[in-house]
């Protein structure tokens, strides 16, 4: 195992001098972001901040900067004052020691910022205090308020006219009986408070004719629940004698012909930029940025319970800064390289994620093989990947975010949903719940993720063209039937690019160069593959549908712009709906050979199986990006075989990964 530290902007500057533009924030910088602000006035007791990233210059003067001057550093925030409910968004300019703008938001149409810490401790004082909810709980035998669990939940918008302009959350509870139990086994069925954090009060109690506690433990680390463990598996040992085959350097990683840089922010959490592929000297950018810019996890029971729970992780929790501090041998395996990262709490203090970042390389099966029949040769290549991850919770769920770069150009996304699914007590009467133990249930619902695509192929023009397979009629030039065509529609507009993914017809989407062709004289190109899963299943007039229209289709392209960074706008907390991609898409802006940007919809729809249950094994969902005329041929004919020397050299079995 090897440890580094993520390189902040304050400790490492790049050759010449001067910190790369997109270097990540650094604890001093983060505190002279907070100076700066006080300095102006802005400040009180009562300010709250969120979101504080750098404001990344324009994609033009990154590429221009030769690396001898500094750009300017700027930090964008959102400030809320929780007494006042002002809400403000800043951009501060280190290098000018100023506030360069402030824009005030009206929460009522904007929404608010995220989920405060402060505010879980809060939301506890306020419900125990309130006669109406504790008189529901003792109706379902639950007096003990101590080890009572309530959990505020991020509260949407569902027309209550006392919610609009304050900040509020709806509170389902849970029983934990003593200090290891499991609380998600014992939710207090029936019961919804919703709480008005900023007059401290409750504002409704609404139940339902659930009235009891699951009783079951749900404890999977009891042997009691999970039985004696097994005693026939043995240690799975990777290594790598020789060390591995990158180098992380100023936060750009290499490796066989890949270079990109890495970054992180408490709301995104990992970021790529600048992906390239040196093709025999010839550096070749593919992506410019990269990112999962947010994600929804919508609910399918219509009832009191569930009806209103649809949760932006990213936009409502700030996902970067529940980033877990990983472990070796458990959330990575091999020779690891560790990465911190800093992110900012509600004060606007940094704080530093220890081992936030794993980097790894894995073996990956059977890259290519052949016996050839004629020449009497037998050649096989072992393919391999490096791997860029990290894991976060929110509340019952785990997230982890994989990116693959892959030996043959190939660039994967893979997710990872782990955890508890959102418990409930369940009487055996609703059909949109599976049920799990005796007296408890989960809804079903969705897992939508957006990725954030920011193109830059052979060069920042590029171009969309949708490609579908297409059966031939048999006829003139088709006489036996036997024909395969495929057709492709080039996507010109914002609006025209809202695209839906069609398994049925192989749908892919091309993103070409139109700066560069290849040896054949076709546009260079790299291909996204959809998984083609279900997008957002709510009906279009619902509240979710409005407010996460990101989700309601797989693909959006939009022209590339600084501050467009987030597909259901930046304050997504009781937004009522409309900002982020159908707002920058609205503009129906030309897309044809432009400096664009892709936005790709994939996830999971989970009916929850027992199985899932009391914690669920991972569920995986994602994308490819894979060459298609980027290179003039297999890029990999020179990856050696590593066992020539051996007696085994060309092995045939194939190990996949899956």
Same mark, same amino acid.
């Given at each position: 195992?090897?440890?580094?530290?993520?390189?902040?902007?304050?400790?490492?500057?790049?050759?010449?001098g001067?910190?790369?533009? @997109?270097?990540?924030?650094?604890? !001093?910088?983060? *505190?002279?972001?907070?100076?700066? $602000? +006080?300095?102006?006035?802005?400040?009180? #007791?009562?300010?709250r901040?969120?979101?504080?990233?750098?404001?990344?210059?324009?994609?033009?003067?990154?590429?221009a900067?030769?690396g001898?001057h500094?750009?300017?550093?700027e930090v964008? @925030?959102?400030?809320?004052?929780? !007494?006042?409910? *002002?809400?403000?968004?800043?951009? $501060? +300019?280190?290098?000018?020691?100023?506030? #360069?703008?402030?824009?005030?938001?009206?929460?009522?149409?904007?929404?608010f910022g995220p989920?405060?810490?402060?505010?879980?401790?809060?939301?506890?004082?306020?419900?125990?205090?309130?006669?109406?909810?504790?008189?529901?709980?003792a109706?379902?035998g639950?007096?003990?308020?101590?080890?009572?669990?309530?959990?505020?939940?991020? #509260?949407g918008?569902?027309?209550?006219?006392?919610?609009?302009?304050?900040?509020?959350y709806?509170?389902?509870?849970?029983y934990?009986?003593?200090?290891?139990?499991?609380?998600?086994?014992?939710p207090?069925?029936g019961?919804?408070?919703?709480?008005?954090?900023?007059?401290?009060?409750?504002?409704?109690?609404v139940?339902t004719d659930v009235?009891?506690?699951p009783?079951?433990?749900?404890?999977?680390?009891?042997?009691?629940?999970r039985?004696?463990?097994?005693?026939d598996?043995?240690?799975?040992?990777?290594?790598?004698?020789?060390?591995?085959?990158?180098?992380?350097?100023?936060?750009?990683?290499?490796?066989?012909?890949?270079?990109?840089?890495?970054g992180f922010?408490?709301?995104?959490g990992?970021?790529?930029?600048?992906?390239?592929?040196?093709?025999?000297?010839?550096?070749r950018?593919?992506?410019?940025?990269?990112?999962?810019?947010?994600?929804?996890?919508?609910?399918?029971d219509?009832?009191?319970?569930?009806?209103?729970?649809?949760?932006?992780d990213?936009?409502?929790?700030?996902?970067?800064?529940?980033a877990?501090?990983?472990?070796?041998?458990?959330?990575?395996?091999?020779?690891?390289?560790?990465?911190?990262?800093?992110?900012?709490?509600?004060?606007?203090?940094?704080?530093?994620?220890?081992?936030?970042?794993?980097?790894?390389?894995?073996?990956y099966g059977?890259?290519?093989?052949?016996?050839?029949i004629?020449?009497?040769?037998s050649?096989?290549?072992?393919?391999?990947?490096?791997?860029?991850?990290?894991?976060?919770t929110?509340?019952?769920?785990?997230?982890?975010?994989?990116?693959?770069?892959y030996?043959?150009?190939?660039?994967?996304?893979?997710?990872?949903?782990?955890?508890?699914?959102?418990?409930?007590?369940?009487?055996?009467?609703?059909?949109?719940?599976?049920?799990?133990?005796?007296?408890?249930?989960?809804?079903?619902?969705?897992?939508?993720?957006s990725a954030?695509?920011?193109?830059?192929?052979?060069?920042?023009?590029?171009?969309v063209?949708?490609?579908?397979?297409?059966?031939?009629?048999?006829?003139?030039?088709?006489p036996?039937?036997?024909?395969?065509?495929?057709?492709?529609?080039?996507?010109?507009?914002?609006?025209a690019?809202?695209?839906q993914?069609?398994?049925?017809?192989?749908?892919?989407w091309?993103?070409?160069?139109?700066?560069?062709?290849?040896?054949?004289?076709?546009?260079?190109?790299?291909?996204?593959?959809?998984?083609g899963?279900?997008a957002?299943?709510?009906?279009?007039?619902?509240?979710?549908?409005?407010?996460?229209?990101?989700?309601?289709?797989?693909?959006?392209?939009?022209r590339?712009?600084?501050?467009?960074?987030w597909?259901?706008?930046?304050?997504v907390?009781?937004?009522?709906?409309g900002?982020?991609l159908?707002?920058?898409?609205?503009?129906?802006?030309d897309?044809?050979g432009?400096?664009?940007?892709?936005?790709?919809?994939?996830?999971?729809?989970?009916?929850?199986?027992?199985?899932?249950?009391?914690?669920?094994?991972?569920?995986?969902?994602?994308?490819?990006?894979?060459?298609?005329?980027?290179?003039?041929?297999?890029?990999?004919?020179?990856?050696?075989?590593?066992?020539?020397?051996?007696?085994?050299?060309c092995?045939?079995?194939?190990?996949d990964?899956?």
């Amino acid at each position: 195992m090897s440890l580094q530290t993520l390189p902040t902007t304050d400790e490492l500057p790049a050759a010449g001098g001067a910190r790369h533009p @997109l270097g990540p924030l650094g604890p !001093d910088e983060v *505190r002279h972001a907070r100076a700066i $602000v +006080d300095a102006a006035g802005l400040t009180s #007791a009562h300010s709250r901040f969120s979101y504080v990233m750098l404001r990344e210059p324009a994609k033009t003067d990154v590429l221009a900067w030769d690396g001898t001057h500094e750009l300017a550093r700027e930090v964008s @925030l959102l400030m809320t004052d929780v !007494d006042t409910l *002002r809400v403000i968004a800043l951009v $501060v +300019d280190l290098s000018a020691d100023r506030v #360069a703008s402030k824009t005030e938001l009206d929460p009522a149409t904007a929404g608010f910022g995220p989920c405060l810490d402060e505010d879980y401790e809060l939301v506890d004082q306020v419900v125990k205090a309130d006669p109406g909810w504790v008189a529901a709980l003792a109706k379902r035998g639950v007096t003990d308020l101590a080890k009572v669990k309530p959990v505020p939940l991020s #509260a949407g918008v569902f027309g209550y006219d006392d919610e609009i302009g304050t900040r509020v959350y709806r509170v389902l509870s849970f029983y934990q009986d003593h200090p290891t139990d499991s609380a998600w086994a014992h939710p207090v069925g029936g019961v919804i408070a919703h709480v008005d954090v900023a007059s401290r009060r409750v504002l409704r109690v609404v139940e339902t004719d659930v009235e009891h506690v699951p009783r079951e433990s749900g404890d999977y680390v009891d042997e009691v629940v999970r039985g004696p463990e097994r005693t026939d598996l043995k240690p799975i040992s990777i290594t790598q004698p020789e060390g591995v085959s990158f180098t992380v350097e100023d936060n750009v990683l290499r490796w066989q012909n890949w270079s990109v840089r890495i970054g992180f922010n408490g709301r995104e959490g990992l970021t790529l930029h600048q992906l390239s592929y040196d093709d025999h000297g010839t550096e070749r950018p593919i992506l410019y940025r990269a990112s999962i810019a947010e994600m929804v996890v919508n609910y399918g029971d219509p009832g009191p319970t569930h009806g209103w729970q649809n949760y932006f992780d990213l936009g409502e929790y700030q996902f970067g800064r529940l980033a877990n501090s990983l472990e070796l041998g458990c959330d990575c395996l091999g020779e690891i390289t560790y990465l911190d990262a800093v992110v900012v709490d509600d004060h606007c203090a940094p704080v530093t994620i220890r081992n936030a970042i794993c980097i790894h390389e894995e073996d990956y099966g059977v890259l290519w093989k052949h016996n050839d029949i004629f020449s009497g040769s037998s050649e096989t290549r072992r393919q391999r990947r490096v791997v860029v991850s990290f894991f976060g919770t929110v509340g019952n769920y785990d997230y982890g975010f994989y990116w693959y770069l892959y030996l043959d150009g190939t660039i994967e996304l893979e997710a990872k949903a782990t955890g508890i699914p959102f418990p409930s007590g369940y009487d055996g009467q609703d059909p949109h719940f599976t049920e799990l133990a005796p007296g408890l249930g989960a809804p079903a619902h969705q897992h939508l993720f957006s990725a954030r695509l920011d193109f830059a192929v052979d060069g920042i023009r590029n171009h969309v063209d949708e490609l579908d397979v297409a059966p031939v009629p048999m006829g003139e030039g088709n006489p036996w039937g036997n024909a395969i065509a495929r057709t492709k529609t080039r996507l010109r507009t914002e609006q025209a690019a809202r695209r839906q993914a069609a398994g049925h017809l192989s749908r892919v989407w091309a993103v070409s160069s139109a700066e560069r062709t290849n040896r054949l004289g076709d546009p260079t190109s790299y291909v996204l593959y959809p998984e083609g899963q279900p997008a957002l299943l709510a009906d279009p007039a619902s509240s979710i549908a409005a407010r996460a229209t990101f989700a309601r289709h797989h693909l959006w392209v939009t022209r590339y712009d600084r501050d467009e960074l987030w597909p259901a706008g930046y304050t997504v907390n009781q937004n009522p709906g409309g900002d982020g991609l159908p707002a920058y898409a609205s503009a129906d802006r030309d897309i044809d050979g432009q400096d664009l940007v892709v936005w790709h919809t994939f996830g999971l729809t989970h009916f929850v199986r027992p199985e899932d249950w009391p914690i669920m094994p991972v569920d995986y969902t994602g994308f490819k990006l894979k060459p298609h005329g980027f290179f003039d041929r297999n890029p990999t004919l020179d990856v050696p075989d590593l066992n020539r020397d051996r007696t085994d050299s060309c092995c045939t079995a194939d190990h996949d990964h899956h």
